[in-house]
């Protein structure tokens, strides 16, 4: 009998399944346990595996590792934390509302609060991969180092409390 009076309480109360679930899994995943290191680990198996096939690849320099990390970090993360509306890892678990589909992943997460701990180490991923990538580049490719500066303009520039909301020239709005 207690367990058919609790059932309406624990059936609302627990969000797909689990108890402590956020409101929306696709954008707090950042504030998960561990997430931080997962999101590093990454990057590393990212960077040894491009060194792993620059070394292979006929005329291919290990060294270039870093720079094509840091590049592709900048589009991957520019493409899904600053230009996709909506969620942009959605799951079976996701449960947004459609107010958010009007804001990118960036300023969804911790609800729109700037330099909390999770903006911040997104801030310091893309300062350490592009320190990386310039100093594991010959200065003699200008055109990679320029594209290295490039990637990172963008990347940190995107995450500037400053930018919350903001679309340069109208451009996704």
Same mark, same amino acid.
């Given at each position: 009998i207690v367990f058919l009076l609790l059932l309406p309480y624990s059936i609302s109360a627990m969000e797909a399944g689990h108890a402590s679930m =956020? #409101?929306? &899994? $696709?954008?707090?995943?950042l504030n998960s346990k561990g997430s931080w290191a997962f999101y590093l680990a990454v990057l590393v198996f990212a960077r040894a595996l491009v060194a #792993? &096939? /620059?070394t292979i690849w006929p005329g291919g320099d290990p060294t270039l590792?870093?720079?094509i990390v840091n590049i592709g970090h900048s /589009?991957?993360? @520019? @493409? #899904?934390?600053h230009w996709v509306? $909506?969620?942009?890892?959605p799951t079976f678990f996701s449960m947004t509302? =459609?107010?958010?589909d009007k804001y990118t992943w960036w300023e969804q997460i911790d609800h729109r609060w700037q330099n909390t701990p999770s903006r911040k180490f997104c801030r310091v991923v893309v300062v350490v991969l592009y320190l990386l990538a310039l100093d594991s580049s010959p200065w003699d490719l200008v055109k990679l180092q320029f594209a290295n500066l490039i990637a990172f303009t963008v990347a940190f520039v995107a995450k500037f409390p400053a930018m919350d909301g903001v679309r340069i020239f109208g451009i996704n709005k």
């Open positions: =956020p #409101a929306d &899994v $696709g954008v707090e995943w #792993a &096939v /620059l590792a870093w720079s /589009l991957v993360t @520019f @493409f #899904a934390f509306k $909506g969620n942009p890892f509302s =459609p107010e958010v």
